[in-house]
Structure formats: C-alpha cells, structure tokens
C-alpha cells in the first residue's frame, strides 16, 4: 500500500505530482481523487482516471475560456496537462503504445494552451539539433521579461518530459528571476515517443546545440548560463559542463557519476567479485541469467530495466543494455569540469550514494548539499520538498553570479 494509491508501483508514479503542488499543477485532492477511482485496478485503470480527470480539466479550462476568465483557463489547461503526464509511465516500452502516444499529445496540447495564456505568453520553441530539432520552452523571469537576466537550462533525464521540468523547476526558476529554457532531447518525451530517437551519454553534444540557442536569445546573459539537470540529469549536466565552456555554472541532482555502478551493485550483492563485473558487457552467462531472473519477479525491477531500460538505450535484451549502460560514465571527465558545481543528495535516494566521490574528484569551485528525512527531502530528487531544493538552487545561483 503506497501513500494514496494501493499499489505501490502506481503510487512511485502517481505521487509524482504531489511535487508540483506549489507550482500549479495537480492539486492535493486532485491526485486523492484519481487514486480513489483507480482503487485496486491495473495499468490501465491507473491511465483511463488520470486521463478521464485531464479531459475535465480541458473542458473546465474551454468554459473559462468562452466566458473570458484567461487565469481560469490557464490554470486548468496547465493542471490538465500535468493530469495526461501522470497517466503513461506503466505503459513504457517498446513498441510505444497507442495510448501513451494519445496521452502525450493530449499532454503537449494542454500545456501549449495553457503556457499561451501566461503574460507574457510561454511560446513552443524548436532547436536545432542534428538531422531534427528538439522541442523547447523559454519561460520568463517573472516580471523582468524583457531584462537581459541569467539563464537556466534544465534538462531532464530517464522518464520524465517538459511539464514535469516546468512544474519542478522552471516556474520557480522564473520567480527567482531568472529566464528558464528548458527541453527535451534523445531519449526524452518527444523525441523518444513520437520519432524513436534514443537516449545517448554524449550530452556535451546535445547540450551545445542548446547553448547555440540560447544565445541568438536577446535577453539572455551570456556570461551568466546555469545548466541543471535532475534524475539521470544529474550524471547528463556534469557530462555535458565537461566540454561545454560556455556554460557558468552546473547543478546536478542528485550528483551521479554514472548509471553502470548500481548495476555492478548488484551482482556484487549476488556474490560476484568487483573484478568480473567490472566490464558489464560479458559477464558471466550465470550472472546475467540471475539477474534476469530477479528482474522478471520484481514489478520495479523490471519496469525500470525492460520497459524503459531496454526503450531509451535502443536495446533488446539484458547484455545489451548493461553494454550500453556503462557508456553512461564520467570517469576521466571529472577533472574537466571547470564551472562552478553544485552536487545535491539526498538521504534516501539510491542515486545519490555515489555523490560524495563524485564532490571529492572535481577540481572546479564546488558545494554539495545534502537532504534530510526530517525536511520531507529525503526522497529522489527532493520530490516532495521540491521548494526546499528550488530555495537552495537558486540561492547558490545568486551567489554564483553575483
């Protein structure tokens, strides 16, 4: 039995918005009321509530409209979109199904109607990025639209997309005063459910895209250019800060040094000596198939490494992605990061076990700040404190570019 929805694998992802609350996204009750209706149902029962309650919201947000209450229509639009975000999760993996992809359109159009309605209104933005472009979002600093003021870019990492980086992040961001660009790469909401377009460690060549954007912008400070990336963002950020030199500063949450390493974990825990799994692409047959076996027994386990494990990395099978996974390293790139760094971690996350090392290997200015059970921060990155995580970003911000 999880915290409102009686499985746990659906609260670990119904609770996501809980997050959002401070910033304009699923109320308390909302969310109450979507576990209520979802009772003891499956992955499916899990996406028509949260769906069903999305459509409400659209409709509430169209009659707001029709009798010219733009802050109403705004909020709902916003809120809905939040609603379509929550509703997919379980459906990952490969092929992308039906109504994930319908979810997520619905998603994106909600947001879009709802971000038009902010003053000044929060446009949809393309960047160039190789053969394509990447979906982005420039959010104001609140107030100071039109001032040249810092930027922060956000990036996301396994699972989640743009809003949950709007909700989480950006709005906040914007209330500090500071421009907020934010996106989705390889592997990431558009890109991965509507063109199949994988996840890759090489963020520095992602990000430099980004950064080229970002300065044709007339607003933005040049000098003054934050990268922060939260999950999985928190090992993209540093990666990308390792080559990218135009950027002044970089948060990392939690501060990740890689992917592979709780993987070897693992195996360790099932007996095996660090030296067999130090290579993950050709370890021991025996191992892998125990592995596997753990995965297929564990509801999490498998969620996290075949659906989406085996979609973002492209792969097909356990070798494959564990080959894949220690692609996902920042060793001997640590010493290149030269900007201002600024490492979290949390005391409950299993992500941010390997954030004290990580602090003692960078040789740029840095901090690491960490988070308490006893500040309701203890969990993944902060979820249920965001405004505790948001305060202590932007704080180290302000001083960085003071």
């Known amino acids: 039995m999880g915290l409102l929805f009686k499985d746990d694998l659906q609260d670990g992802f119904g609770t996501w918005a809980l997050g959002y609350i401070p910033y304009g996204a699923a109320d308390f009750g909302e969310i109450q009321a979507v576990a209520r209706t979802v009772g003891e149902g499956d992955a499916g029962a899990f996406y028509e509530a949260w769906v069903t309650a999305g459509d409400r919201l659209v409709e509430r947000a169209r009659a707001s409209l029709v009798a010219g209450k733009r802050a109403s229509a705004r909020d709902a639009f916003l809120r809905a979109a939040c609603h379509y975000a929550s509703s997919y999760h379980l459906l990952f993996g490969e092929p992308a199904d039906a109504r994930l992809v319908a ?96 996840l890759r460690p090489d963020w520095e060549n992602v990000i430099g895209p980004v950064v080229d954007f970002a300065l044709t912008i007339s607003s933005v400070d040049p000098k003054r250019i934050a990268l922060v990336g939260w999950s999985l963002g928190g090992y993209l950020s540093p990666r990308a800060a390792s080559a990218e030199r135009r950027l002044a500063a970089c948060v990392a949450d939690p501060g990740l040094l890689g992917i592979a390493d709780m993987m070897r974990h693992m195996f360790v ?66 010493g290149s990061i030269a900007c201002p760094t600024l490492l979290t971690a949390a005391e409950s996350d299993p992500l941010a076990a390997g954030a004290e090392s990580f602090f003692d290997a960078l040789r740029c200015p840095k901090d690491l700040v960490r988070f308490t059970q006893n500040e309701g921060a203890a969990t993944h990155v902060e979820l249920f404190n965001r405004s505790l995580l948001n305060a202590r970003v932007h704080d180290w911000l302000d001083h960085v570019f003071a």
């Open 103 to 198: 979810a997520f359109r619905k998603q994106i159009s909600a947001f879009d109607r709802g971000l038009a309605l902010l003053d000044p209104p929060a446009v949809p933005l393309r960047i160039p990025f190789e053969d394509r472009t990447m979906p982005a979002y420039l959010l104001a600093a609140q107030g100071r639209a039109t001032e040249v003021r810092p930027l922060v870019i956000l990036t996301n990492g396994y699972d989640a997309t743009v809003t949950d980086m709007y909700f989480a992040s950006a709005v906040a961001a914007s209330r500090r005063g500071y421009h907020c660009l934010f996106f989705d790469g390889p592997g990431q909401g558009e890109l991965l459910f509507e063109h199949g377009v994988r």
């Open 269 to 334: 825990q099932m007996g095996a000596s660090a030296e067999s799994v130090k290579d993950l692409g050709n370890v021991d047959p025996a191992l892998l198939d125990k592995l596997q076996a753990m995965i297929n027994t564990d509801r999490h386990l498998h969620w996290s490494i075949v659906q989406r494990g085996f979609w973002v990395h492209g792969v097909d099978n356990l070798r494959d992605y564990l080959r894949s996974a220690q692609q996902y390293t920042l060793e001997g790139r640590v």
